[in-house]
């Protein structure tokens, strides 16, 4: 009773928001779009509720990793990403090599100086975006999304070990290993504003689980910008 008089509230208020429930829809926002800072419990109640569907799937129709956000640096968008996250910075060198620096896994709590541990980690996995929406994208849009550094939660550097557990697996199926509440409400939250922002659909376990997180995680809001 407690989480359906949550999902009714949280519902209840959605309404009131101006969000992006389709991927068609989020395709006509423009560069301009307005950030948008919602209860995540709020937020998950505005995702749009769809079926699945993997039909054609292929990885490589996501290209990634291009020449990032700067494409005069040499940095492709893992090593920009390497570069943003960094807990202390390293030195970049020429061909965008990295000398020193420190980065965080938050998924599973790992500290590491080395570069090459890391791997950078859609937060919504290139086959679940397909699953949920982008299957009927354009290639650019594909190629932006999975190159998206316009929102800080759309792609994260973490441990190679807690990135392949993940796979492409939803909420419903693999959260960080961690395991605090902390974690937990953080990563429900960049999932949730992953999928608003590009406008992705979710699936009724996965939406399920969202709510179960937000149930328990009061105070934590949702951040994103609809993408362009």
């Known amino acids: 009773m407690m989480i359906m008089k949550w999902v009714a509230t949280a519902a209840a208020a959605a309404l009131a928001l101006s969000l992006p429930a389709t991927s068609a829809q989020a395709a006509e926002v423009g560069p301009a779009a307005v950030p948008q800072v919602v209860p995540i419990g709020v937020a998950v109640s505005a995702l ?8 054609g799937y292929q990885r490589t129709s996501f290209k990634h990793w291009n020449s990032g ?11 920009e990403v390497l570069i943003a996250e960094a807990v202390q910075a390293p030195e970049v060198g020429p061909g965008c090599t990295l000398t020193g620096g420190a980065w965080w896994s938050y998924y599973d709590g790992v500290l590491t100086n080395e570069a090459r541990a890391f791997d950078i980690d859609h937060m919504v996995p290139l086959a679940e975006a397909w699953d949920s929406g982008a299957s009927a994208w354009t290639p650019a849009r594909r190629e932006a999304y999975a190159n998206d550094q316009g929102q800080p939660a759309s792609l994260v550097a973490v441990t190679a070990r807690s990135n392949r557990s993940k796979s492409d697996q939803d909420p419903a199926e693999w959260l960080p290993p961690s395991g605090s509440s902390e974690v937990l409400c953080r990563y429900g939250a960049e999932w949730t504003a992953t999928k608003l922002r590009w406008g992705l659909a979710v699936d009724e376990l996965e939406r399920d689980r969202l709510l179960d997180i937000a149930a328990g995680c009061g105070g934590t809001d949702v951040e994103f910008t609809p993408a362009p």
């Open 69 to 79: 956000a700067n494409a005069s640096d040499g940095c492709n968008t893992r090593m």
């Open 48 to 55: 749009q509720l769809a079926t699945e569907d993997r039909t």
